[in-house]
Structure formats: structure tokens, C-alpha cells
């Protein structure tokens, strides 16, 4: 039995892409689920609509906003372990709405802290991202890496990130930093690059549009990244921690896209958009995560080989019913 079994869990960004599927693989482990998604008019949960009813039943949806702190302290009140997820993460996006990524990645998180703080949460797991960590100084990148805000996106994390640690540090508050690096699966938005390339090349257009393909990333299958979620959440010994959920293993974007041609039996011609460009300065050329602090805390291994995880990843596009929620011909900022 899993030791999460009965506990009375939290996840926000629970109708995103990996909060989905962390909430589906907790529901499996027999946790009492509450969903906190973000409020709109349309009651809609983002991806928890996808999920299969039976599922849904043992899901409690709480609609809200991680900006006010009065919806968080309602939804945290009463649980004993809580993921951290809801964030703004469109790099493109924060070139030009920083104020929003400051209002949602930082005092969001500074909300979320305060009540898991107030009412004594057993556990709390702060999703961050490699994004932190810039452009590779030496690889592979470990959780001391200096970090690099090369983006406002990135900034913010930064500071999400130390706001825990502070709270750690002041209040003894049992919080953890859980790092994944660049994962990808079903349901994963058209901003980012995987979704990009099966969907454009799922809709026959005859040239791939794709900024730099020079960068590399360490691609993780978003089963993987959840099942490390899961172990850091039963870990002992890992309060006050920051953990990469990584591979350690690199690939270039440019790679990346000729591997999916290749599994999908189709040619694949690359057209650089210099829309899609990121500043220099800006770009984060080479990310290559340790995995060794995931493994000797908790036993954590990788299940999903990259072309494993992209067979999984292509063959959720290529269902209609899923690939007629994209737009391949508009670029997903």
C-alpha cells in the first residue's frame, strides 16, 4: 500500500497539463483528492474534463485563484500534504506580461506557503523548473548550479524558489522544491516544443516552424515526472530539500524533431521563425539534469525511455478528438 493512501491532499494547477496527471496517479494511490483549478465562468477543469467519470468521482474540484489568498487558505484548510503546481509558464508570454508572472508564480506561491504554514500541513512539494538554472555552466546540472534568471518567467520561479527556502529556514515549515526538467506527454499545450512538431506535422504542413533548434533539453515523460512527485511526497528526510526530476540525458531540438518524423513516418523539413526566436540572451542553450539526489533519496528511476515516451506523447495527438484542440498553423505564444 502506498504511503499516501488516506491522506487528504491538495494539488493546485490540478486542470493543467502535469497537475492532471499527478491527480489521476494520486486517486490511484487512494489519496483523498481535492482539485484546486483556476476559476472561470465557463466551469471548466482544464484537463480534469478529459479524465474518465469514475475517476472524477473521487476528485474534489475547488474553483479559484492562487492571487487570493483567502481561496487558498479555504482550499489548504484540512489537508495534510499539499502540491504546488498552479503557475504561469509561457516563456514567450512573460517578454511582455511580467506583472502577471510576479502576481501568480510569486505571490502565488507566497500565499500557498502562508497557509500550509497556518494550518500545519504535514508536507508541502513547490513545483519548480530548469529554468532556474540558465544555460548550463557544467553539466550535468545538479540542485547547487547557480541560477540564472534569463527570462522574467525563469525570475520568478527564482523567487518562488527562495521564498521556500526562507520559509523553511524562519518557520520550520516542511517543505520540499521538486525540480523537473522539460517534460512532455498527453495533454502537454501547443507552447511547448513536442506539441509543436507532432501537431504541425499531423496537419501535413510542409515545413516545421520552430525557433533556435541548436538548444538542448533534458526531456522527461510526464509518468516519470509524476512518479517522482509521488516518492519525493513519501520520502523522509526531504524537507528543506530542492530535487531535479531529470534523465540526465540531452537532446537537441533539432534532433528532437527528426527522432518524431522518424517514429510518425514522415519527412520533416525545419523553417526557422524568428518569431519564435527567443533574445540571445535569453535563450537557454544546454540543460542536462543530475538525477543522483532523486535516486539516493528515494529510489526513483526513469521507466519511459525518450522514444517510448514520444510513441505514448504521438499517439494521444493523433486521436481527432484530442488533435482538433490544437491550432498547428498559429503560433502558441
Not at 530539500?241 to 534532433?255: P, R
Not at 520533416?268 to 535516486?295: A, C, H, Y
Request: proline share 5%; net charge neutral; charged share 25%.
Amino acid at each position: 500500500m502506498s504511503k499516501l493512501s488516506g491522506k487528504r491532499v491538495l494539488v493546485t494547477g490540478a486542470d493543467g497539463f502535469i497537475g492532471s496527471h499527478l491527480v489521476e496517479r494520486l486517486v490511484a494511490e487512494g489519496c483523498k483528492v481535492k482539485a484546486f483549478c483556476y476559476y472561470n465562468s465557463f466551469n471548466s477543469w482544464g484537463w480534469l474534463d478529459s479524465l474518465d467519470k469514475e475517476k472524477l468521482k473521487n476528485i474534489e474540484v475547488f474553483m479559484g485563484d492562487v492571487r487570493d489568498p483567502n481561496g487558498v487558505r479555504t482550499a489548504i484548510e484540512g489537508s495534510q500534504i499539499v502540491f504546488h503546481l498552479a503557475a504561469l509558464i509561457a516563456i514567450p508570454f512573460s517578454y511582455h506580461s511580467p506583472d502577471s508572472y510576479v502576481d501568480t508564480n510569486v505571490k502565488g506561491t507566497l500565499n500557498v506557503l502562508q497557509a500550509c504554514r497556518e494550518f500545519g500541513v504535514e508536507r508541502l512539494i513547490v513545483t519548480s523548473t530548469s529554468e532556474v538554472y540558465g544555460t548550463a555552466m557544467y553539466v550535468p546540472i545538479d540542485e547547487k548550479h547557480p541560477r540564472q534568471g534569463q527570462s522574467p518567467y525563469s525570475a520568478t520561479k527564482i523567487g518562488a524558489d527562495h521564498l521556500a527556502e526562507s520559509f523553511f529556514r524562519s518557520f520550520a515549515l516542511p517543505v520540499t522544491i521538486v525540480r523537473p526538467f522539460n517534460t512532455f506527454g498527453p495533454r502537454q499545450s501547443a507552447r511547448a516544443v513536442i506539441p509543436t512538431i507532432i501537431t504541425q506535422l499531423i496537419a501535413g504542413l510542409p515545413k516545421i516552424s520552430l525557433g533556435d533548434t541548436r538548444p538542448t533539453r533534458d526531456l522527461v515523460y510526464v509518468a516519470d515526472t509524476v512518479t517522482g512527485f509521488v516518492r519525493i511526497a513519501e520520502a523522509d528526510k526531504v524537507s528543506g530539500e530542492e530535487i531535479n526530476i531529470a534523465t540526465q540525458k540531452e537532446t537537441s531540438i533539432g534532433d528532437l524533431a527528426m527522432m518524431i518524423g522518424k517514429i510518425m513516418g514522415k519527412p520533416v523539413e525545419v523553417l526557422q521563425d524568428d518569431v519564435r526566436m527567443r533574445p540571445t540572451e535569453s535563450e537557454v542553450f544546454r540543460l542536462l539534469g543530475s538525477n543522483e539526489k532523486i535516486k539516493r533519496l528515494t529510489g526513483w528511476q526513469q521507466a519511459y525511455s525518450l522514444e517510448d515516451g514520444l510513441k505514448e506523447t504521438i499517439q494521444w495527438f493523433s486521436k481527432p478528438e484530442n488533435m482538433k484542440l490544437y491550432k498547428p498553423g498559429i503560433y502558441n505564444v
